[in-house]
């Protein structure tokens, strides 16, 4: 396939790429009037999830309603992130803009109040931040009309046709930053695509993380000249943590004990279990292992804690802040943030989300530790990651516990070899280095 970088495009060309037809416009304005009629539905589920997941998602329920600060500068930056995985995404960029360019204001929306925290501890007040408002047309009016940015930066995923619509109609550039389009995702489209084409459409640049993303883009009509080379931007974000003095004690203890530790990264419902039949198959043979756990959601931690002691397992949390004894078998991290640090602590290490059909999350955190990896067969998020580290002998798909822990065991019993396929993940991520630049460079034309 023969990629075509992105042209950069001036505001009054905005518009060469696409005209509505009638018909589209008309479904774009069912999709609207069904937004209005469904607001105070949204607004009961979210209070419904305050009772179920969090009590963060009652919080500023008005941010949500089109209520939201003013920019004290016109003329910046405005970017969206879903939740937490795609703020880490964007944080790179962000900082390197700060960094450069200090002068110019940032604007960052998210739809989670995971998201949020994660924002509100990169970045403190160094930018401004709210939830983005629900996608009618008088709310992105509002939100644009406020905050008056000279583009729009997306983030992976979660495009919103009205938002795209008023930056099209205002000639405001609209990014599509390390852009995820799946099999799945594109089959959604196609049944709307009325709705979705245009939307894609009026987009200014697409930048795909993989060669299927790119293909992806263009079965739903995108043009050539609208998409960049794929690659994607997590090969660039992963840079190793500064390491604080909880991870650097747990380190101390783990050496002075000879500990071998798995981790069980970004675990959701349901892998907890089998990271912990993972640990009790390996234990009588290998009586120095040790396992930690990395929940993905908060609002999990107290029913994963439970899990653990159920097992009658020796757990110490890391609220705590306990050592890490001979005894202990379980170390559960019930903080959010920490995981990048936590890996450092790991000689394996299990990548969750992949068990369950959340697609698997990111593997590249693990990789620059230089440690083997395994995940389970739903890899969706991170396609082309996962083939690639794959490919290298650096990660391996399981589909049971007995396959895991047959694997598992084989590394214990020969540490170099364990050494040998993380140093090759290592190897891949250094090499595929090198999509932020070109992001940062449309994101900077005319700043």
Request: net charge positive; hydrophobic share 40%.
């Amino acid at each position: 396939m023969e990629l075509i970088p992105a042209v950069p495009l001036s505001p009054s060309k905005q518009s060469a790429f696409v005209s509505e037809t009638s018909k589209q416009k008309r479904v774009r304005y069912v999709y609207s009037a069904l937004l209005y009629v469904l607001l105070p539905f949204a607004a009961l589920l979210l209070i419904f999830k305050s009772f179920k997941k969090s009590k963060a998602y009652r919080f500023r329920l008005y941010e949500r309603f089109g209520f939201i600060p003013k920019a004290k500068q016109k003329g910046g930056l405005l970017f969206h992130c879903v939740s937490v995985g795609e703020v880490n995404t964007a944080a790179c960029v962000i900082k390197s803009i700060l960094a450069s360019h200090p002068n110019i204001p940032i604007t960052l929306t998210c739809t989670t109040p995971t998201g949020s925290d994660r924002i509100q501890e990169l970045f403190g007040d160094t930018v401004l931040h709210f939830y983005l408002p629900f996608d009618t047309p008088y709310f992105v009016s509002k939100l644009l009309r406020r905050i008056q940015p000279n583009k729009v930066i997306i983030a992976e995923v979660e495009l919103w046709p009205n938002l795209i619509h008023g930056c099209w109609k205002r000639n405001i550039p609209s990014i599509l930053m390390n852009g995820r389009m799946t099999t799945k995702a594109l089959n959604n489209y196609l049944k709307y695509p009325n709705l979705f084409t245009p939307m894609c459409q009026k987009l200014s640049y697409i930048f795909p993380q993989s060669e299927l993303d790119y293909a992806n883009y263009l079965k739903i009509d995108v043009n050539a000249r609208q998409l960049s080379e794929a690659k994607n931007i997590k090969f660039d974000q992963t840079v190793m943590p500064s390491i604080g003095k909880e991870v650097l004690a747990y380190q101390h203890q783990i050496h002075d004990q000879e500990r071998t530790v798995i981790i069980g990264a970004s675990t959701h419902q349901g892998e907890e279990d089998f990271c912990l039949n993972l640990y009790k198959t390996l234990k009588p043979k290998f009586p120095n292992l040790l396992l930690v756990i990395v929940p993905r959601h908060p609002e999990r931690f107290p029913k994963v804690e439970n899990t653990i002691r159920q097992g009658q397992y020796q757990c110490i949390t890391w609220q705590a802040n306990v050592p890490i004894s001979t005894q202990t078998d379980v170390l559960l991290v019930d903080a959010m943030g920490k995981l990048n640090q936590v890996y450092s602590l790991g000689h394996i290490a299990f990548v969750g989300g992949s068990l369950v059909k959340k697609g698997g999350h990111n593997p590249l955190e693990a990789a620059q530790f230089s440690m083997p990896i395994i995940m389970g067969p739903h890899i969706f998020n991170n396609a082309e990651i996962v083939e690639s580290l794959e490919g290298s002998g650096a990660l391996h798909i399981v589909e049971d516990d007995s396959k895991a822990s047959a694997l598992v065991e084989s590394w214990l019993l020969a540490p170099e070899l364990a050494m040998q396929q993380g140093e090759a993940g290592a190897q891949i991520l250094a090499k595929n280095k090198g999509a932020i630049d070109k992001t940062l460079m449309v994101i900077l034309e005319d700043m």
